[in-house]
């Protein structure tokens, strides 16, 4: 990979009339400045931030990984927290894009929370008193063990930091949300933003092999999971233990330009990155190189790559959910001894012990090869947005991709 192709940057201005430059000017908000920005200069600005924030320990990371998931965002993560001059102490807190968050000093986001695109609720939950998500910003409450909600729990989660690192955070969540880009603006105007992209169809399969994997999905067969999307919207046919059913809409993770919009149309371009998955899965060293460069931090030392595990797929449901029951009863024993033991009789023997090397071999196997003629289908209903994609970024990845030689 030639390190002058690393970096993808945006062919046309942003968006002057964005919907999100309009919600922040009507709130009273100004917009950020689009003039570039050093990274030197953020301790800088941080002394001119909102008192709310000088108030609470901790800090605002100097840069986000937004996304994808499946698309190298775990092995950068890794590869980043490795050098002296960064610190990355946690990986996806998701904060800013979680519905309801409070920001502190009585101000809450959670009156700028809309609902995700085109999902609706699902049939017989509860309503948010007020709306969808509309609970006042004092009743918002941080639970030990769990995701902050609130900005001073966030803030903590960095308080590590030495004053000369850089501070970041990896929530790939934060691509496809449409909250998390003017979150991050309003708090971290000078942020720097490193987005991953990937070939649609490769990363719908292996996002589709995880979601099985972590319980948010569970029709196992690609082709069918992709048909339901339609009932899904109208918030029927989700699993019961789905904690984010808005992932189970795969094709909304595919539109590429609207999520990198979001964030030129808040931050100016010289502040976000967009790598190409395919160049960081060739040369992760020279991917590395650039991102360093971007954050403006010493490039020249040597990080050795990170090798992820590949999605597998899963053969034995039901040895997976056992597997993970007792897993998570023994590190819960003071409140689930009762379930501990009961999970721990009925796992075999053999599972016992050395049991995470064991079970894998059993539970996962490789992923049969995608239908053919699926993949076909798929490449030519994205064929339309990777053309913008190639557009926005001014980078041909139609010849990338293998989408030029579709008829």
């Known amino acids: 990979m030639q390190e002058t192709a690393q970096e993808s940057r945006p062919a046309e201005s942003r968006p002057a009339e964005s919907r999100l430059a309009e919600s922040r000017l009507a709130e009273g908000r100004p917009s950020p400045a689009v003039a570039p920005r050093s990274m030197m200069d953020a301790d800088d600005e941080a002394m001119d931030a909102d008192d709310k924030e000088q108030s609470l320990p901790g800090r605002i990371p100097d840069f986000f990984i937004v996304g994808h998931p499946k698309c190298g965002t775990t092995a950068l993560y890794e590869m980043l927290r490795r050098h002296p001059q960064i610190h990355m102490p946690a990986k996806e807190p998701r904060f800013f894009a979680m519905k309801q968050i409070d920001m502190g000093a009585g101000e809450s986001l959670v009156r700028g929370l809309e609902p995700q695109p085109g999902l609706a609720q699902r049939p017989g939950a509860e309503p948010l008193p007020g709306g969808m998500g509309a609970r006042p910003p004092g009743e918002i409450r941080d639970v030990p063990g769990r995701r902050s909600h609130t900005l001073a729990g966030y803030m903590a989660l960095f308080a590590g930091a030495r004053p000369d690192q850089r501070v970041g955070e990896a929530s790939p969540a934060y691509l496809r949300s449409g909250l998390a880009a003017s979150r991050i ?26 979601s099985v994997r972590g319980y948010n999905e569970t029709e196992k067969d690609f082709r069918t999971a992709l048909a339901l ?18 992932d189970l809409l795969y094709s909304d993770h595919v539109r590429y330009v609207e999520q990198l919009r979001r964030y030129h149309a808040v931050l100016a371009p010289e502040q976000v990155l967009v790598l190409i998955y395919e160049d960081f899965k060739a040369d992760n060293r020279a991917a590395v190189r650039t991102v360093l460069r971007f954050l403006e931090v010493d490039e020249s ?36 001894r009762a379930l501990s033991q009961s999970v721990n009789n009925l796992t075999p023997r053999w599972l016992r012990g050395s049991m995470r090397t064991r079970w894998r071999g059993v539970a996962y196997g490789e992923p049969p090869a995608p239908g053919e003629e699926l993949m076909r289908e798929l490449r030519h209903r994205f064929k339309p947005e990777v053309e913008a994609l ?13 989408y030029d030689g579709l008829d």
Do not use: C, K
Not at 317 to 324: A, F, Q, S
Not at 391 to 402: F, H, V
């Open 185 to 210: 603006a309003a708090v971290a105007p000078q942020a720097r933003i490193i987005a991953i992209l990937r070939e649609p169809t490769s990363f719908l399969r292996s996002f589709h092999l995880q």
């Open 229 to 246: 999307e339609p009932e899904r919207r109208e918030g029927r046919r989700i699993p019961r233990l789905s904690r984010t059913p808005e």
């Open 301 to 336: 030392l040597s990080i050795e790559p990170v090798q992820t595990r590949p999605s597998r797929d899963l053969r034995f449901h039901r040895l997976h959910t056992l597997v993970n029951l007792r897993r998570m009863a023994l590190r819960n024993l003071t409140v689930a």
């Open 390 to 402: 190639s557009a926005y970024l001014n980078r041909d990845l139609m010849s990338m991709w293998g």
